[in-house]
């Protein structure tokens, strides 16, 4: 089974397992010398946190931790969610993470004790982000805890979470691992203000939401050559409300995506103009990308920085 296929089935997995909202992640739109580290260096203040970074975007980068400029790369985040009146612990654990039966783990990921006690209402409790991680072909349950949480939490206590009675996990099966120590630093919460989905409007932030998912079922779709598919999914992402720049962007680049691989060039050549217009500076990485692809967006963007770079003609004297 090929790389992709093995992600498509463990995401499937896990989907089973994770059917709660959407949470909003944070995309960063890599500049020319970033690595992964410098990454969790900037927003977490930890450049150990890479693995996180790598994990939650597939695993797909060098060794190294490259990035390819203009790439788009998922940062993982915690949650805050402030107490309403009639809030639980397994309230909040069926919306944010699944299942009511995490509700005993996130008291406990919260500190409230054996007892499990619910703060009052207006208290902020934290919501840990759940990262999908797929077993590589020598990692143990034993392995993926101690990566993740150290000393902190046990294989058994990953597992249960898991809501999983396995005693081994094959390659290319996946484990949700709950983050709560993805905290930005204040000074990357300071640059990202006015940048952050706090600012859209309820309907925006509803479709922003959506377009989380959405864009997931794309890559899900182009993956499983469900190219017509993706395409009347990008259109309906791109109608309802205001969704983010970045989300724009990479609907754009799926929506070509499936135009290529339908041989509509010409529309191709256009959905990757309007991602060119939101990121003149994107790339590809010829590592996930195959070269029919990168054929078109070379010549979309070489087309674009022909078209600013003609000199103007001047209009001639009567």
Known sequence: ???????????????????????????????????????????????????????????????????????????????????????????LADRYLGSPLRGAFLAEMNGAGEAGLMPAPGAVVKIPYQLLHVMAGDETLNSVARMYFGATHTPAWLKSYNLTRKRTFKRGEALLVPLMDVELTDEARASLDGEREDRASPDDQKAQLAAVAGIGMLKDHFVKGRYVEMVALAEKLLVPGKITEAQKLGVFQYQAFAYVALGERALALEAFRKALGLQPDMDLSPITISPKILKVFREAKNGMAGAVQKPKVPPKKP
């Open 1 to 91: 089974m090929t790389r992709p296929s093995i992600l498509v089935a463990a995401v499937a997995a896990a989907l089973l397992l994770l059917c709660a909202a959407p949470v909003l992640a944070l995309v960063h739109v890599a500049r020319a010398g970033e690595t992964l580290e410098k990454l969790a260096l900037r927003y977490y203040g930890q450049p150990d946190k890479a693995i996180v970074i790598r994990a939650a975007n597939g695993f797909v980068h060098p060794d190294d931790g490259s990035l390819t400029q203009g790439e788009r790369v998922e940062v993982p985040e915690v949650t805050y969610h402030r107490l309403r009146a009639g809030d639980t612990w397994q309230t």
